[in-house]
């Protein structure tokens, strides 16, 4: 079993490996602990050049506030959040049908269908900028919230599938059965069994696609111009000013945008509950 | 009124010929068990009942009325299965109305159910609970229970008390046996246990590679099995089978000589033997004795193992050149079934002998050709 422990009668190796252990840690949290401190700081000292010193003032209200009186963010913030519930909502309704379909359903094609939602996952998205963007402006959705949660939503659904179906597989046979000779059909064996039961896997899927919509940056920016529409990631960059940048706010703005992912994973947090199907089969 | 008939039944899976030609009237009423070893079809052909498995060919009537093509659900069956396959997330009420309400019946006529077949099965108390807080004989009757609310014309069991330890399962046994009585429904009940089979069938179905070797009541199938398939499959522990060679035949008669010089003589056959054919002798274990007078037919033989049971002894001994192709042992040993307290130390030598009318004689395909006269039919 790794790690072992080290024994107490080693210091030298517990030494080094508590001081590898600081190192690792120092360099992973620096540039987070050096934007939080940077929100708190006052933008003549960050002028001044004190990056790395201890603040001279606490400026915590006035930076925080400043970020929504000043800058535009609470309208970007919104805008990330109507384009990024749809999105996980969409994601998770698709990729739970078609992963129950493909998981327990037995069709000509199947395996090609299932074989295009996972070799999808395999092509970078990038190649597919122009394409993409030629599209959005054709059909009309360019610079529009549609135009990005359809994107979110067509790309993420591959992954989203392959998550559902190999979840929705690993549920005992037997269910499926005794749901089908009582009489069930395959929505109402979806609705009252399999939903109930694949709760931790949709919760967890809801995470990743939130964090990874929410701060998405590329497609934002191909396929947004104008404010009305821009997420925060692509607000975020717009506070930097030509000249001067108020690194201060910025920060803070950033440390404001990193907050509902982590609100995020904690609200469903609870959903995780291991062993859902502890009870259905066996004894 | 027939309840369920099975016509003409065949099943391919990809190139494997799970079901051949089933053709089985199972009565209103009865309680049919099909055995047989595994892989033999049996599990197959109850979920094509259910109509979990489509049927290649053939059709399948229930109450007269012709379901191969309809869903499981409309077809008036409920199942049970070996792992009792519960709703993990519902209660145990709600698992138990589950059919119910997915058919949209009234509330009350739900509640109603649920509380019967809860006074059956003795749940009353476990209806707020779930499954995971039951034990494994709790959950396999929630399952049960699950089976009655929707009151079936048919209920099928598909080895439900294989999961359960050995004291649950006869106590199973007795409430299953005691609810077939009580709600007088058609049930059929797969397992390879052959004591289930024994104990509890009005009509036992033995099943071997896809194809069913015989059908009849329990003491029916004991006494006169068809071949030896049947002879070998039931009974526990199982009939020793010597294999021997036609001497001499004529007409009703016939001599078998076995390995070690041993031979037999069998009068009245129901069907012929030739000269040089081979055969099996076929004798029960609780009809070997041990011989110390050396009537009818005796061997000499040897102790290998012996199992104190407390009111009977199962003694394995080695024959020499002679041996079972049955045994329990999986030895070739001979397997001795004694309803007393023997003395025996392995090593220890022996005269088995047997009557030669309680002997079974099958021929070179198996067939029987000579049974015991003494018990029929039941």
Redesign the interface.
Known sequence: MYPRPIPATAPARRGLYIGLVSLVLLLWLLPLFTVMVTSLRSFEEVMAGNYWGWPKSFNLIENYTAVFTQTAMAHYFVNSLVITLPSVVGVLVLSTLTGYVLSRHRFPGANLIFALFVGGNFLPAQIMMIPVRDLMVELGLYDTYAALIIFHVAFQTGFATLFMRNFIAAL?D??F?????????PG?TLV??VL??VRPALAALAILTFTFVWNDYFWAIVLTQSDAVKPVTAGLSNLRGEYVSAWNLVSAATVIVAVPPVLMFFLMQRHFIAG???????? | MASVELQNIEKHYAGYHALRDINLTIEDGEFAVMVGPSGCGKSTLL?TI???ESISSGRLLIKNRDVTAE????RG???V?????????MTVAENMG??LR??KRPKAEIETAVTRAAAILRLEEQLDK???????GQ?QRVAIG?AIT?SPDVFLFDEPLS??DAALRTQMRVELSTLHARLGATMIYVTHDQVEAMTMASRIVVLNKGQIEQVGAPLVLYNNPVNRFVAGFLGAPRMNFVEGIVRTADGRGAVIECAGGMSVAFSDLASPVHAGDHVTVGIRPEKLRIDNIRSGTTFPAEVRLIEHLGRETIVYADAGSLSTSNSDSGTGAFTIQIGDIVPFRPGAPLVLGFDVHDAYLFSTDGRTVSAPKTVTGL
């Open positions: 005992p037997e269910l059965q005794a749901a089908r000779s009582e009489g069930a059909s109402q009252h069994v109930p039961l859902l199907t502890v009870g259905a089969v066996k004894g | 979920k259910a109509g979990l869903e499981p659900g409309d069956i409920a199942m299965f070996q792992s009792y396959a519960l709703y993990p997330h589950f059919g997915m058919a779930r499954p995971r807080q039951l034990s494994g959950r699950r929707r999961n359960l």
